[in-house]
């Protein structure tokens, strides 16, 4: 007794299920390349020397580096809508953005402890100030350190407005990437199966016409 051939079904199953190697292999690279990511700054912002104290040459570079970030997370944004995995590419985005964003303010509030001590309730390791960071971020806020100094406070308010911004803002811009992504990759799949349909309908318009000639 002759065996079924396999349905149309199976045979496109058993394709997705070759095809779903090639995702996992880079949703598994991109996991690993967030991962480095965020460890590789949070062990630059330890290693980076930080000896002098808060100036207004600190001040530059915290806008400076909040226009680099800015100027990165738009650059970010174009990759997104234009990459064939625009979730994961979102997700190593942020897996860039929100730390770098965190550890700037991080090393602004160590370098004005070390510079002008007493502008926080007690003194800050770098392990503190990045606690510190953390709670302002969340909004969790524990009240074990505070900013005491006009300096400290203002700091402090400023990464409050950027945190409302970033979590806000950015989030959405992030998903709109995601979404603009998504329908230009669906929209170039279904384009080019079409034009492959319409043109398979030709040619064997054409090969009955001459046959009927």
Same mark, same amino acid.
């Given at each position: 007794m002759t065996p079924p051939a396999p349905s149309h079904d199976s045979r496109s199953a058993g394709r997705d299920a070759r095809l779903s190697w090639p995702a996992r292999r880079q949703a598994v690279l991109g996991g690993l390349r967030t991962v480095m990511t965020a460890t590789g700054l949070v062990v630059g912002y330890y290693l980076l020397p930080m000896d002098s104290g808060f100036s207004g040459g600190s001040a530059v570079g915290v806008v400076v580096g909040l226009l680099g970030m800015l100027a990165l997370f738009a650059w970010q944004i174009r990759t997104i809508a234009r990459s064939p995995?625009? *979730?994961? *590419?979102?997700? +190593?985005?942020?897996?860039?953005?929100?730390?770098?964003?965190?550890?700037l303010f991080s090393g602004a509030y160590f370098l004005l402890e070390r510079g002008t001590p007493g502008s926080f309730s007690e003194p800050l390791t770098r392990t503190d100030s990045l606690y510190f960071t953390l709670t302002v971020f969340s909004t969790v806020g524990f009240g074990d350190i505070t900013a005491v100094t006009q300096t400290a406070r203002v700091l402090t308010m400023v990464q409050m407005v950027g945190n409302i911004l970033l979590v806000g803002v950015a989030a959405k811009v992030v998903a709109s990437a995601v979404r603009t992504g998504l329908h230009r990759k669906e929209?170039? +799949?279904?384009?080019?199966?079409?034009?492959t349909g319409r043109t398979g309908r030709t040619g064997r318009t054409g090969e009955t016409g001459e046959e009927a000639e």
């Open positions: 995995s625009p *979730r994961l *590419r979102a997700v +190593e985005a942020l897996s860039t953005t929100v730390p770098l964003f965190l550890l929209k170039g +799949e279904t384009g080019g199966t079409g034009g």
